[in-house]
T-cell receptor, first 114, second 114 residues
Framework: AQSVTQPDIHITVSEGASLELRCNYS??????LFWYVQSPGQGLQLLLKYFSGDTLVQGIKGFEAEFKRSQSSFNLRKPSVHWSDAAEYFC????????????FGPGTRLSVLP | GAGVSQSPSNKVTEKGKDVELRCDPISGHTALYWYRQSLGQGLEFLIYFQGNSAPDKSGLPSDRFSAERTGGSVSTLTIQRTQQEDSAVYLC????????????FGPGTRLTVT
């Protein structure tokens, strides 16, 4: 069965600084990988996803993520963080996009200092 | 069009009572998912509906939990004889069901069992 770890429970960065949120997965085959963001009191919104092809994927709000098979990682990055990026970020892995075997990581809470 | 909606947004109930949570998916989406998000935890998959196929109930934590989806649209998650450990945010998501369809999440129902 697949699993997802997000080693950082809480990260604080200053506005304008770069950001990298870590995600490691365990899955035997090529996984479907996702990053979701959950703003306070809101539902989850998909930032980006990786199925195949180019290992560097671009998402919304200036985010990108890189799939590294050798490291079983799918880290999320942003070159310059905005105060509105403060939220909870979830990495997820599935064996397909239907969600039947979809596992979410525990989340990383991002705080942004002015 | 409208996104995924859930009702109620908040529900406080006494231990032992039954509750019903409602999800209205995006029109035309054939797949519907229920997740549970406990405080400080990731998302826990509960149940998945795809078209007219039998639902995948493998994530339901006990037989007190059940869900139905009428007419391939609205879904109701029912929790019988609620326990304090059922307190969580219950999230619903829908997708087109295709291999490239992302999941669109509702704002969730916060359930508190006293």
């Amino acid at each position: 069965a697949q699993s997802v770890t997000q080693p950082d429970i809480h990260i604080t960065v200053s506005e304008g600084a770069s950001l990298e949120l870590r995600c490691n997965y365990s899955y035997g085959a090529t996984p479907y990988l996702f990053w979701y963001v959950q703003s306070p009191g809101q539902g989850l919104q998909l930032l980006l996803k990786y199925f195949s092809g180019d290992t560097l994927v671009q998402g919304i709000k200036g985010f990108e993520a890189e799939f590294k098979r050798s490291q079983s990682s799918f880290n999320l990055r942003k070159p310059s963080v905005h105060w509105s990026d403060a939220a909870e970020y979830f990495c997820a892995v599935g064996e397909d996009n239907y969600g039947q075997n979809f596992v979410f990581g525990p989340g990383t809470r991002l705080s942004v200092l002015p | 069009g409208a996104g995924v909606s859930q009702s109620p947004s908040n529900k406080v109930t006494e231990k032992g009572k039954d509750v019903e949570l409602r999800c209205d998916p995006i029109s035309g989406h054939t797949a519907l998912y229920w997740y549970r998000q406990s405080l400080g935890q990731g998302l826990e998959f509960l149940i998945y509906f795809q078209g007219n196929s039998a639902p995948d109930k493998s994530g339901l934590p006990s037989d007190r939990f059940s869900a139905e989806r009428t007419g391939g649209s609205v879904s109701t998650l029912t929790i019988q004889r609620t326990q304090q450990e059922d307190s969580a945010v219950y999230l619903c998501a829908s997708s087109r069901g295709s291999r490239s369809g992302e999941q669109y999440f509702g704002p969730g129902t916060r359930l508190t069992v006293t």
